[in-house]
């Protein structure tokens, strides 16, 4: 092993070294800043200015003294927090000062997920315990043992909980909860920008039934959100939360020294523009910090490239006997395997810890030094909540962002403002889908029956009432109407995903000892989890035997292969009816709502360095349904143009296209999907189909409507400066064939935006 | 207290009232239900209070009624019987108690959007069994419903199937909806005759569900009775058509559960004080057992004798499994040992290795009998040795227990060889 370095000694050596220092398109340093100060405020309770001085707290931040006197002053508000800038103490305190000043008050946290609010609760009880006062503050989530959950109900101060548990476990229930409900005074919405697309729309109507109860239990609860940097914090927590809110966006907390390294692995192929893959350099890059004895966090994009890099790095320590420092973490591993990762990372036994996305929140994980991202994570939020996790605590930190051959990897890297400037991605949600609002409409009149005037959250809805009771689960009387089905609607609604149940992952390596080691959302198991399909799990590979689609069960044994797979997955449109039309001379475009049916098609087997086809075969999955909203750009066919050239050049374009989408809206690339049709069952012409990846949409295509041109005009412009010759992965995708598929896709492109100008 | 005084009290008291009456909303009464008359038609009559209307069927049925195997009337006989006892029992009812025997019908299985549609309970008249049974008008009456029942009234004992954990919880929860109006409801003295049944008849009915106890151990067959699950399907039907023709089944359905809840009421009495036995060896070792765990180890001893010397050792095994240890307890070692040797070829392996702790320790300890006590120890490790029903490091723990017990009891032998040389 090499000497020990600090990260400006390491950085300083990559720069002299000539094969290293060719690949760095941009350093950056971003200096510290000093921390901003207010004194506590003056009523604050003496325990609390207790507790806080044995921390070694003797001033608040800027922002947590704000946040102090907003909420105690009855006014909602969000707050921008960065990652380690103390944002706890934002809600904590106005929290517990109430509750010292009135023991009845009660507050319920809400976290995204389970293992933030066990986090949370810890800390909590820290603060608690230090203050001396009789608090109690309890976590209720799937967990949570039967025997506590009635003193929980009944004496809990604060209850720390999640969306999921709230929609299904409490608000069904909530005559049990007599004592929150009545005396709710906060609402506390921790990591606010994770509640976007479908998963925060949903939230949005929980939110809502959430209010209509404490209003009929006669509470007015205001609402305390911190969220991560994104373009409409005010905007986004409004639409949530359905009420106004404040926005405190200065941090006052201190920053490190940070040193952000864009580096763009060598072009290994100039005329196809191939590079380097991202995942081999990040695993070189990580080795190097490895050896220097700087603990690493490495993010990178999917699943399958955690479990690659995992792979490839548990080589630095193959020799060593039972070592654990190099550890992946992401969603789908169980409870116990994380909890034991996390430990890890605090007590310093594991040196590298390989992520997707799954680290982004505010789990402590404690300090680490440096953060590899493999690949652009899609949108400026994430990005610097990846960053984030390096430096902590004021050090100075190493930022590497390793960028992928993609279009927008390939912008990032060459314009280090577009991230490093200050303007993020908006956070879409869309509580109008009707299917959304239905679902939960549901709900609600089984919490509450609702009157012939009422309206819910924002929306006029005594049509949808008479309907619901035409469908025969409501029964009208005179003033109201009745919930009177046996059913319980909350269990047919699921908020993670508008698709609902989940495949199991099942081992059988061992006959007599088969057992569950992970779960995937349907429309993922479609490309991940069929049959023959490699399935990598903690650097694992297994190979699915049978995946019976039926009863959402995938069986697979461990195998050792030098191949990963990958899926297609083809899909037809069909317009249902157009809501939004702009017609230009040869060019129409449209939004409406469309029906689509994917079909996983083929797989194919890559080897696993050399990236070669290395064989292939077909998917039996049934074809899955939806209706979703889309947004389509119909023209005619350029004169003398084949059908066939118009294939290849429309395939490029939408891939141009699809890239820059999240520049302008916050999703995941997969949020969005871009399909090429040579003629379009609705109008017979070529035609780009934008549409949102869920049920009932998500608002995003909308947006893309409204956005086309200067997405166009982006997509032009980055395709002309791309240095390949006739189309690379880093513009309009691979080519097969050299011939002028690039000035074919320009040509697209440029008719679509000059008549749209 | 001077008259002045009072006077100045009672004001306040009237003050306090105003303001707390000004904070809350009147109640608003809902409207009637279109559809009274065809209910009516259909047997129900209506009711209506300050809360708006309910519907109610009443039954009465004479003294000498007979459900099943079992006149009404021995009730009261099954009540003496508990007053004659001199032991405490969680079940026992005194003749100074007013007993309801309490069912409901809902209109779901669970949470708040499930309402209570019927609610019946049959009490006791001067000369006659009386059934109420009340129905909610529509989901807006609910109010009326509830006060109607008059289960706010403070004093009664509730007899119910599984009422403690599902019917009771789901009457509080509704009771919430209406807090501000309703007068409070109390917390009754509850008697679940569910659990009863499931320590009466473990091991021995499969299902403890009512039905089946009434076919087996109350002698009444129901005929043309609706499947429970259909009840909120009914009624759901019955308020959107306006029909109550087939919501008169689910009352006879509730009707026939209510009896022979009395029934019920009526035989476990009697298997739990009767002399003669007249039920299985199982269900009298269960009741002695059920004894044991309420501490009442004469009781309990009685009825496990009266099983050893009733049935054959075969069916008393596990009677004899018990009736040991009551008489360890007792220092009657001999016949404790006894038992526990009658016991041994017919209880189950977990019960066995205890069995054979237990002799070893006997031997051992109070018949100093130290070949019998390391005969026995070597039983119970050979059988521990192939048990399946611990786990490897359970087994390994038991296993560390027992080899001490080993070497202890050999050194003993050892001792006593020795001073025989």
């Given at each position: 092993m090499k000497k020990k370095r600090t990260i400006d000694e390491l950085v300083r050596e990559w720069q002299e070294d000539e094969e290293i220092k060719q690949n760095i398109a941009h350093i950056v340093t971003m200096e510290g800043r000093e921390g901003q100060y207010a004194d506590f405020p003056e009523h604050l309770h003496p325990s609390i200015k207790?507790?806080?001085?044995?921390?070694?707290?003797?001033?608040?931040?800027?922002?947590?003294?704000?946040?102090?006197?907003?909420?105690?002053?009855?006014?909602?508000?969000?707050?921008i927090t960065p990652t380690a800038s103390g944002k706890s103490l934002c809600y904590h305190l106005p929290v517990l000062?109430?509750?010292?000043?009135?023991?009845?008050?009660?507050?319920?946290?809400?976290?995204?997920?389970?293992?933030?609010?066990?986090?949370?609760?810890?800390?909590?009880?820290?603060?608690?315990?230090?203050?001396?006062?009789?608090?109690?503050?309890?976590?209720?989530?799937g967990d949570t043992a039967p025997n506590i959950r009635q003193k929980v109900r009944k004496a809990g101060h604060i209850v720390m909980t999640n969306p999921d548990m709230l929609h299904s476990g409490i608000l069904p229930h909530h005559t049990k909860w007599v004592s929150l409900f009545e005396n709710l005074k906060f609402i506390v919405i921790d990591e606010l920008h994770t509640y976007k697309g479908v998963f925060g729309s949903h939230v949005a109507h929980v939110l809502r039934r959430l209010l209509r109860i404490c209003h009929f239990y006669g509470s007015n609860p205001v609402f305390i959100c911190t969220s991560a940097t994104i373009k409409n914090p005010k905007e986004l927590a409004e639409k949530l939360t359905n009420t106004k809110h404040e926005l405190i966006s200065q941090s006052g907390a201190p920053v490190g020294k940070k040193t952000f390294i864009f580096y763009n692995p060598p072009i290994i192929h100039t005329t196809f523009g191939v590079r380097k893959s991202s995942i081999l350099e990040a695993r070189d890059l990580a080795a190097k910090l490895y050896q220097a004895g700087i603990q690493t966090i490495v993010f990178a994009k999917s699943r399958v490239s955690v479990e690659r890099l995992v792979t490839y790095l548990k080589q630095l320590t193959k020799n060593k006997i039972a070592d654990e420092s190099i550890q992946g973490y992401r969603g789908g591993y169980l409870p116990s395997e994380r909890r034991q990762i996390e430990k890890g990372l605090r007590d310093g036994t594991i040196q590298i810890v390989v992520s997707t996305n799954a680290l982004e929140l505010g789990v402590d994980i404690g300090q680490l030094q440096a953060c590899i991202m493999t690949g652009y994570p899609g949108n400026i939020a994430s990005a610097w909540q990846q960053a984030g996790r390096a430096g902590r605590r004021q050090d100075s930190a190493l930022v590497i962002y390793v960028a992928n051959s993609t279009a927008l990897d390939q912008y990032v890297v060459n314009h280090p403002d577009y991230l490093l400037g200050n303007a993020p991605e908006e956070a879409l949600i869309n509580p109008d889908n009707i299917l959304i609002l239905m679902s939960h409409l549901k709900c609600a009149s089984f919490e509450l029956p609702f009157s012939t005037n009422e309206t819910y959250g924002e929306f006029e809805v005594q049509e949808l009432l008479e309907y619901l009771q035409e469908e025969g689960v409501l029964v009208k009387t005179n003033a109201h109407y009745y919930w009177m089905s046996d059913r319980f609607p909350a269990h047919d609604v699921n908020l993670r995903s508008a698709a609902g149940e989940n495949v199991v992952i099942i081992d059988?390596?061992?006959?007599?000892?088969?057992?569950?080691?992970?779960?995937?959302?349907?429309?993922?198991?479609?490309?991940?989890?069929?049959?023959?399909?490699?399935?990598?799990?903690?650097?694992?590979?297994?190979?699915?035997?049978?995946?019976?689609?039926?009863?959402?069960?995938?069986y697979v044994r461990e195998v050792d292969v030098?191949?990963?797979?990958?899926?297609?997955?083809?899909?037809?449109?069909?317009?249902?009816?157009?809501?939004?039309?702009?017609?230009?001379?040869?060019?129409?475009?449209?939004?409406?709502?469309?029906?689509?049916?994917?079909?996983?098609?083929?797989?194919?087997?890559?080897?696993?360095?050399?990236?070669?086809?290395?064989?292939?075969?077909?998917?039996?999955?049934?074809?899955?349904?939806?209706?979703?909203?889309?947004?389509?750009?119909?023209?005619?066919?350029?004169?003398?143009?084949?059908?066939?050239?118009?294939?290849?050049?429309?395939?490029?374009?939408?891939?141009?296209?699809?890239?820059?989408?999240?520049?302008?809206?916050?999703?995941?690339?997969?949020?969005?999907t871009v399909v090429p049709q040579v003629k379009s069952v609705h109008n017979e012409k070529p035609t780009l189909f934008i549409y949102d990846s869920y049920p009932g949409g998500i608002g995003l295509s909308e947006k893309v409507y409204d956005l086309l041109v200067p997405i166009l005009e982006l997509t032009i412009e980055h395709v002309l400066s791309c240095p390949c010759e006739y189309g690379c992965p880093s513009c309009i995708g691979a080519q097969d064939n050299l011939s002028d598929g690039k000035s074919r896709v320009l040509k697209i492109l440029k008719i679509l935006f000059n008549e749209m100008m | 207290?001077?008259?002045?005084?009072?006077?100045?009290?009672?004001?306040?008291?009237?003050?306090?009232?105003?303001?707390?009456?000004?904070?809350?909303?009147?109640?608003?009464?809902?409207?009637?239900?279109?559809?009274?008359?065809?209910?009516?038609?259909?047997?129900?009559?209506i009711v209506e209070n300050d809360f708006g209307v309910v519907f109610h069927r009443q039954v009465r049925y004479p003294f000498t009624y007979q459900h099943g195997w079992y006149q009404l009337q021995q009730f009261f006989q099954a009540v003496e019987k508990w007053e004659q006892t001199n032991f405490h029992h969680p079940y026992a009812?005194?003749?100074?108690?007013?007993?309801?025997?309490?069912?409901?019908?809902?209109?779901?299985?669970?949470?708040?959007?499930?309402?209570?549609?019927?609610?019946?309970?049959?009490?006791?008249?001067?000369?006659?069994?009386?059934?109420?049974?009340?129905?909610?008008?529509?989901?807006?009456?609910?109010?009326?419903?509830?006060?109607?029942?008059?289960?706010?009234?403070?004093?009664?004992?509730?007899?119910?199937?599984?009422?403690?954990?599902?019917?009771?919880?789901?009457?509080?929860?509704?009771?919430?909806?209406?807090?501000n109006f309703l007068p409070k409801l109390q917390t009754p003295r509850q008697i679940d005759l569910l659990h009863s049944s499931k320590r009466i008849w473990k091991n021995h009915l499969e299902k403890v569900k009512l039905t089946k106890v009434e076919e087996e151990k109350l002698g009444f067959k129901r005929e043309h009775d609706i499947p429970g699950f259909l009840a909120p399907i009914i009624y759901a039907d019955a308020v959107k058509s306006?029909?109550?023709?087939?919501?008169?089944?689910?009352?006879?359905?509730?009707?026939?559960?209510?009896?022979?809840?009395?029934?019920?009421?009526?035989?476990?009495?009697?298997?739990?004080?009767?002399?003669?036995?007249?039920?299985?060896?199982?269900?009298?070792?269960?009741?002695?057992?059920?004894?044991?765990?309420?501490?009442?180890?004469?009781?309990?001893?009685?009825?496990?004798?009266?099983?050893?010397?009733?049935?054959d050792v075969k069916e008393s095994g596990l009677a004899y499994f018990y009736l040991a240890f009551q008489q360890k307890r007792n220092k009657q070692f001999l016949e404790s040992i006894?038992?526990?040797?009658?016991?041994?070829?017919?209880?189950?392996?977990?019960?066995?290795?205890?069995?054979?702790?237990?002799?070893?320790?006997?031997y051992e300890h109070q018949m100093k009998d130290y070949s019998k006590a390391l005969q026995y120890t070597i039983k119970g490790i050979d059988l521990l040795q192939q048990a399946t029903f611990f786990n490897e490091n359970q087994k390994k723990k038991q296993l560390e227990t027992w080899d001490k017990r080993l070497q202890r009891i050999k050194k003993k032998n050892g001792k006593l060889f020795h001073t025989f040389e």
């Amino acid at each position: 092993m090499k000497k020990k370095r600090t990260i400006d000694e390491l950085v300083r050596e990559w720069q002299e070294d000539e094969e290293i220092k060719q690949n760095i398109a941009h350093i950056v340093t971003m200096e510290g800043r000093e921390g901003q100060y207010a004194d506590f405020p003056e009523h604050l309770h003496p325990s609390i200015k207790k507790a806080l001085q044995e921390r070694g707290i003797k001033k608040l931040y800027t922002h947590q003294r704000q946040a102090f006197d907003l909420a105690l002053a009855g006014k909602s508000f969000t707050a921008i927090t960065p990652t380690a800038s103390g944002k706890s103490l934002c809600y904590h305190l106005p929290v517990l000062q109430k509750i010292l000043e009135d023991p009845s008050s009660r507050a319920i946290y809400l976290f995204p997920t389970k293992a933030l609010a066990q986090d949370q609760k810890t800390d909590l009880n820290h603060l608690i315990d230090a203050m001396d006062e009789e608090i109690y503050s309890y976590t209720y989530d799937g967990d949570t043992a039967p025997n506590i959950r009635q003193k929980v109900r009944k004496a809990g101060h604060i209850v720390m909980t999640n969306p999921d548990m709230l929609h299904s476990g409490i608000l069904p229930h909530h005559t049990k909860w007599v004592s929150l409900f009545e005396n709710l005074k906060f609402i506390v919405i921790d990591e606010l920008h994770t509640y976007k697309g479908v998963f925060g729309s949903h939230v949005a109507h929980v939110l809502r039934r959430l209010l209509r109860i404490c209003h009929f239990y006669g509470s007015n609860p205001v609402f305390i959100c911190t969220s991560a940097t994104i373009k409409n914090p005010k905007e986004l927590a409004e639409k949530l939360t359905n009420t106004k809110h404040e926005l405190i966006s200065q941090s006052g907390a201190p920053v490190g020294k940070k040193t952000f390294i864009f580096y763009n692995p060598p072009i290994i192929h100039t005329t196809f523009g191939v590079r380097k893959s991202s995942i081999l350099e990040a695993r070189d890059l990580a080795a190097k910090l490895y050896q220097a004895g700087i603990q690493t966090i490495v993010f990178a994009k999917s699943r399958v490239s955690v479990e690659r890099l995992v792979t490839y790095l548990k080589q630095l320590t193959k020799n060593k006997i039972a070592d654990e420092s190099i550890q992946g973490y992401r969603g789908g591993y169980l409870p116990s395997e994380r909890r034991q990762i996390e430990k890890g990372l605090r007590d310093g036994t594991i040196q590298i810890v390989v992520s997707t996305n799954a680290l982004e929140l505010g789990v402590d994980i404690g300090q680490l030094q440096a953060c590899i991202m493999t690949g652009y994570p899609g949108n400026i939020a994430s990005a610097w909540q990846q960053a984030g996790r390096a430096g902590r605590r004021q050090d100075s930190a190493l930022v590497i962002y390793v960028a992928n051959s993609t279009a927008l990897d390939q912008y990032v890297v060459n314009h280090p403002d577009y991230l490093l400037g200050n303007a993020p991605e908006e956070a879409l949600i869309n509580p109008d889908n009707i299917l959304i609002l239905m679902s939960h409409l549901k709900c609600a009149s089984f919490e509450l029956p609702f009157s012939t005037n009422e309206t819910y959250g924002e929306f006029e809805v005594q049509e949808l009432l008479e309907y619901l009771q035409e469908e025969g689960v409501l029964v009208k009387t005179n003033a109201h109407y009745y919930w009177m089905s046996d059913r319980f609607p909350a269990h047919d609604v699921n908020l993670r995903s508008a698709a609902g149940e989940n495949v199991v992952i099942i081992d059988q390596t061992i006959p007599a000892g088969t057992k569950v080691i992970g779960e995937m959302d349907t429309y993922s198991a479609m490309t991940l989890l069929h049959e023959e399909a490699i399935y990598l799990h903690q650097g694992v590979q297994y190979q699915v035997e049978k995946l019976d689609w039926e009863e959402k069960k995938a069986y697979v044994r461990e195998v050792d292969v030098n191949y990963y797979t990958d899926a297609n997955l083809a899909v037809e449109l069909k317009v249902l009816s157009e809501d939004k039309s702009a017609m230009y001379q040869n060019v129409t475009v449209s939004y409406g709502d469309v029906s689509l049916v994917a079909i996983p098609t083929i797989f194919k087997k890559i080897h696993m360095t050399t990236l070669d086809n290395i064989g292939s075969g077909k998917i039996h999955i049934p074809p899955m349904e939806m209706h979703t909203n889309a947004t389509w750009i119909s023209f005619d066919l350029p004169e003398n143009w084949s059908e066939e050239m118009l294939t290849d050049a429309l395939t490029g374009a939408a891939y141009a296209i699809g890239s820059f989408i999240p520049l302008y809206i916050q999703c995941d690339r997969n949020d969005v999907t871009v399909v090429p049709q040579v003629k379009s069952v609705h109008n017979e012409k070529p035609t780009l189909f934008i549409y949102d990846s869920y049920p009932g949409g998500i608002g995003l295509s909308e947006k893309v409507y409204d956005l086309l041109v200067p997405i166009l005009e982006l997509t032009i412009e980055h395709v002309l400066s791309c240095p390949c010759e006739y189309g690379c992965p880093s513009c309009i995708g691979a080519q097969d064939n050299l011939s002028d598929g690039k000035s074919r896709v320009l040509k697209i492109l440029k008719i679509l935006f000059n008549e749209m100008m | 207290m001077s008259y002045e005084n009072k006077i100045m009290q009672l004001k306040k008291m009237l003050g306090k009232k105003k303001e707390q009456h000004s904070e809350q909303p009147s109640y608003q009464k809902p409207e009637k239900p279109a559809y009274i008359s065809n209910w009516e038609k259909a047997g129900l009559s209506i009711v209506e209070n300050d809360f708006g209307v309910v519907f109610h069927r009443q039954v009465r049925y004479p003294f000498t009624y007979q459900h099943g195997w079992y006149q009404l009337q021995q009730f009261f006989q099954a009540v003496e019987k508990w007053e004659q006892t001199n032991f405490h029992h969680p079940y026992a009812i005194s003749s100074e108690e007013t007993v309801l025997f309490f069912d409901t019908e809902t209109t779901g299985l669970k949470g708040v959007g499930t309402q209570i549609f019927l609610i019946g309970l049959l009490g006791i008249d001067e000369e006659e069994f009386v059934l109420n049974q009340y129905v909610l008008a529509d989901p807006a009456n609910e109010a009326a419903l509830l006060f109607e029942s008059k289960l706010w009234q403070w004093g009664n004992t509730i007899v119910s199937y599984n009422g403690k954990s599902f019917d009771w919880p789901q009457l509080e929860m509704r009771w919430t909806f209406h807090k501000n109006f309703l007068p409070k409801l109390q917390t009754p003295r509850q008697i679940d005759l569910l659990h009863s049944s499931k320590r009466i008849w473990k091991n021995h009915l499969e299902k403890v569900k009512l039905t089946k106890v009434e076919e087996e151990k109350l002698g009444f067959k129901r005929e043309h009775d609706i499947p429970g699950f259909l009840a909120p399907i009914i009624y759901a039907d019955a308020v959107k058509s306006g029909n109550a023709i087939e919501l008169m089944k689910v009352l006879q359905h509730n009707e026939w559960d209510i009896l022979s809840l009395l029934t019920l009421y009526i035989h476990s009495t009697n298997l739990l004080l009767d002399h003669a036995l007249q039920d299985d060896a199982v269900t009298y070792i269960n009741i002695g057992k059920w004894y044991d765990d309420l501490k009442e180890r004469q009781q309990s001893e009685k009825v496990l004798l009266s099983v050893t010397n009733q049935f054959d050792v075969k069916e008393s095994g596990l009677a004899y499994f018990y009736l040991a240890f009551q008489q360890k307890r007792n220092k009657q070692f001999l016949e404790s040992i006894e038992s526990f040797q009658k016991a041994i070829h017919i209880i189950d392996e977990r019960k066995k290795l205890k069995a054979f702790e237990q002799l070893a320790m006997l031997y051992e300890h109070q018949m100093k009998d130290y070949s019998k006590a390391l005969q026995y120890t070597i039983k119970g490790i050979d059988l521990l040795q192939q048990a399946t029903f611990f786990n490897e490091n359970q087994k390994k723990k038991q296993l560390e227990t027992w080899d001490k017990r080993l070497q202890r009891i050999k050194k003993k032998n050892g001792k006593l060889f020795h001073t025989f040389e």
